[in-house]
């Protein structure tokens, strides 16, 4: 069990989406014999859904890894989002640039080599949608950073925020693990506190938390 909803659950959710075909197919596949986290099925037809409804002009994406979830979001947005997205492994890097130099995607997903805080902090402009994917125990330390990259209307969404049901209960926490899940805590104290903010923590996948500010 992934410790956030019930297996029953999550196979049956699982199996309403159909698989995907080409790329995104031999991607999964490549991630699953090569041990490569990615998204996992649910959120990434959640990150679709949401690129097809908000129709983001930049996206921010922080984890890159062999770039599955860029490429399906550029994909969602039929290569009309420009993304940029961050990842500090070489190799990781290297392996996400060949996959996105064999779609031709080029001119619609760049990679910033590096770490996602020190990265941040030197980024400038403004980002319509942020996607949260590395570093969980770092997010709170990134909030304020993707807050000032954040377009007035943008929205962030942070992946694996329950983190196998430790972020929940207390019972399920690891002693190697206590640290990131306090500091995943901390990041969703901050978004559901923070008055200016409105949060949506929906228990899919690893959990996903949904933000964006509230108007006045
Ligand atoms: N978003 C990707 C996808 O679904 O296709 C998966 C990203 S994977 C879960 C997380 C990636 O973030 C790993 O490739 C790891 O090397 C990278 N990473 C972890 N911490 C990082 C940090 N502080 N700065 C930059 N990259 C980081």
């Known amino acids: 069990m992934g410790g956030v909803t019930f297996d029953y659950m999550e196979e049956y959710l699982r199996e309403l989406i159909p698989d995907h075909q080409g790329i995104l197919k031999d991607l999964e596949e490549y991630a699953v014999e090569n041990g490569v986290p990615i998204i996992q099925k649910e959120t990434g037809r959640f990150l679709e859904l949401m690129v ?22 550029s994909l969602a947005s039929d290569k009309n989002s420009q993304i940029l997205t961050i990842e ?15 779609l031709g995607f080029q001119n ?13 902090e030197a980024m400038e402009g403004k980002f319509d949608m942020i996607f949260m994917d590395a570093g969980k125990g770092h997010y709170n330390h990134f909030l304020p950073h993707c807050l000032r990259l954040l377009h007035e209307d943008g929205i962030i969404i942070a992946d694996n925020v329950l983190f196998r ?7 399920l926490v690891k002693r190697r693990k206590i ?12 978004v559901s506190e923070d008055k200016d903010l409105i949060t949506s923590v ?11 500010r509230r108007k006045v």
Do not use: F, W
Not at 56 to 67: M, N
Not at 108 to 120: A, F, K, P, S, T
Not at 202 to 208: A, S, V
């Open 108 to 120: 619609h997903i760049n990679i910033l080599q590096g770490d996602c805080l020190e990265v941040l």
């Open 52 to 73: 097809s409804i908000t129709k983001p002009k930049r996206i921010l994406e922080l984890g890159t890894a062999i770039g599955y979830s860029s490429i399906l979001m």
């Open 88 to 102: 500090r492994d070489e190799d990781m890097v290297k392996r996400a640039n060949e996959n996105i130099d064999k």
């Open 165 to 171: 049901g430790m972020v929940a209960s207390q019972d």
């Open 202 to 212: 929906i228990p899919m996948g690893d959990g996903i938390a949904v933000t964006k």
């Open 179 to 190: 640290t990131i899940v306090k500091r995943m805590r901390t990041y969703l104290q901050m």
